[in-house]
């Protein structure tokens, strides 16, 4: 396949999936730069947005659910690379986005300038991996630590959120033969999956979660938060919005079972 078909899939792949544009970065449709993050004032006014637009259900929650909605994002970018193999540029200057409906997100971001990946010589393909994945922890790192001053979330917490997205969004990835179709992909999405979460120093997508499998869950097993999003404390005019999470921390393994059979909450 080449490069240009490689991208273009790309494009379709990220766009569907992670509401993420791919293209010359246009502030219009785009108003806010990740960068902006960065900036105490423009931080401020971001989570103040986001945070009417929730009815104000405190700094905690807002935090939290940035976090877990930043995760999306961050499984885009790495999907692009495990299964197109065209890593994007992971600078917060890179980065736009606008708050949608409810503080929901959608990103717009550029390919590298050289986005080809190495598919047969794993070696070198793991250095390029790995040092994309550096640039990318250092800058979450960065807008995770900037979000924690502004609500009070520890960045940890954060981290242990988009961590266990992208552990699940991986486990998912490998069970979709639709979406790997060669057994070649099959084993660099694995490689890049053991990449990223490898047990190395100071690497805070390396977090152990426990996993749920049940005899009456019918589907995959999967993993569950080592903290709760927070998300059930939403309210829009006094009447809840969203209830727990079915790989939430704090409900029991009934109510757990319950959600999977008759709700939807993730």
Avoid at 27 to 48: G, N, T, W
Avoid at 139 to 160: D, F, P, Q, Y
Avoid at 216 to 225: D, N, S, T
Wanted: charged share 20%; net charge negative.
């Amino acid at each position: 396949m080449g490069e240009h078909s490689q991208q273009e899939q790309a494009v379709n792949f990220l766009q569907e999936n992670f509401h993420i544009s791919i293209g010359e970065l246009e502030e219009e449709a785009y108003p806010f730069a990740a960068v902006e993050l960065l900036d105490h004032a423009r931080c401020s006014h971001i989570m103040k947005l986001q945070s009417r637009q929730l009815e104000d259900p405190g700094d905690i929650v807002v935090g939290t659910l940035f976090a877990k909605r930043y995760s999306v994002f961050f499984m885009g970018l790495v999907s692009a690379v495990s299964l197109f193999d065209c890593p994007l540029e992971t600078s917060p200057a890179s980065v736009r986005f606008r708050i949608t409906n409810f503080a929901a997100m959608e990103y717009q971001a550029t390919f590298v300038a050289r986005p080809w990946l190495p598919v047969l010589e794993l070696e070198q393909r793991k250095v390029e991996v790995n040092d994309w994945t550096d640039r990318l922890l250092r800058h979450t790192e960065r807008i995770l630590t900037a979000v924690s001053s502004h609500t009070g979330v520890k960045v940890n917490v954060m981290w242990s959120l988009i961590s266990h997205y992208v552990q699940n969004s991986y486990a998912r990835l490998e069970q979709n033969t639709g979406v790997w179709q060669t057994e070649q992909r099959l084993q660099l999405i694995m490689a890049d999956r053991n990449n990223l979460f490898e047990q190395r120093k100071s690497n805070p997508l390396a977090v152990s979660f426990r996993e749920f499998d049940h005899p009456q869950y019918g589907g995959a097993p999967f993993l569950l938060r080592r903290y709760c999003c927070l998300a059930y404390q939403l309210r829009r005019e006094g009447q809840q919005v969203h209830g727990y999470c079915s790989t939430c921390p704090k409900i029991s393994e009934e109510e757990r079972l319950d959600l999977l059979i008759n709700g939807t909450n993730t």
